[in-house]
């Protein structure tokens, strides 16, 4: 069973504080690692994608990849409010060829409190 | 219009009704996707068109059955449906076919079977 986890929080952080979400993979085939972003009622959101193992930065937003460690998170600088969310880890076998099942994990709850 | 348009938004219906749901994306992309998201549940990938031919059936059930029409336009047809198919159905489009991991999606269509 290929599976993505995440802690379903809720993750509470203060304000200008540094969020950090984790997501752990079972399939060592996996290249290709996203991070959506889903506020309330609303459609998932595409925030940041990684390939290569290390860091990749976005503005506030950081995305870290071990694939020894079969672990990608998602760091987010300067925390606001407006990034009250659920975070969704999704994981793909392939780096850009035919495989279309994208794995998702449960999503982490993350509040940002004022 | 712009992005991933999804109708209705909601939707109630009977297990005995036939009803649709229809997706429109405005992106230029290749692939289409419908999800099903259930509380507490990751997103579940449900069917893919890539260039208009079905890649991917994920063991949905036969009371679900996708149509794509053109690359722009993608439907759902329900039928005979049961209660524990109340969901929020997403739709969402990738630029090409085998990067299935950055999606852009609908808001979603919330359906209520009674």
């Known amino acids: 069973q290929k599976e993505v986890e995440q802690n379903s929080g809720p993750l509470s952080v203060p304000e200008g504080a540094i969020a950090s979400l984790n997501c752990t993979y079972s399939?060592?085939?996996?290249?290709?690692f996203f991070w959506y972003r889903q506020y309330s009622g609303k459609s998932p959101e595409l925030i940041m994608s990684?390939?290569?193992?290390g860091d990749k930065e976005d503005g506030r937003f950081t995305a870290q990849l071990n694939k020894a460690s079969q672990y990608v998170s998602l760091l987010i600088r300067d925390s606001q409010p407006s990034d009250s969310a659920t975070y969704l880890c999704?994981?793909?076998?392939?780096?850009?060829?035919?495989?279309?099942?994208?794995?998702f994990g449960k999503g982490t709850l993350l509040t940002v409190n004022p | 219009e712009t992005g991933v348009t999804q109708t209705p938004r909601h939707l109630v219906m009977g297990m005995t009704n036939k009803k649709s749901l229809k997706c429109e994306q405005h992106?230029?992309?290749?692939?289409m996707y419908w999800y099903k998201q259930s509380a507490k549940k990751p997103l579940e990938l449900m069917f893919v068109?890539?260039?208009?031919?079905?890649?991917e059936n994920n063991s949905v059930p036969s009371r679900f059955s996708p149509e794509c029409p053109n690359s722009s336009h993608l439907f759902l047809h329900l039928h005979t449906l049961q209660p524990e198919d109340s969901a929020l159905y997403l739709c969402?489009?990738?630029?090409?076919?085998?990067?299935?991991?950055?999606?852009?999606f609908g808001e979603g269509s919330r359906l209520t079977v009674l």
């Open positions: 969402a489009s990738s630029l090409r076919p085998g990067v299935a991991g950055e999606l852009f």
């Open positions: 399939d060592r085939g996996s290249q290709s």
């Open positions: 990684i390939y290569s193992n």
């Open positions: 999704a994981v793909n076998r392939d780096s850009g060829g035919s495989n279309y099942k994208l794995t």
């Open positions: 992106l230029g992309h290749n692939a």
């Open positions: 068109y890539s260039l208009e031919e079905r890649v």
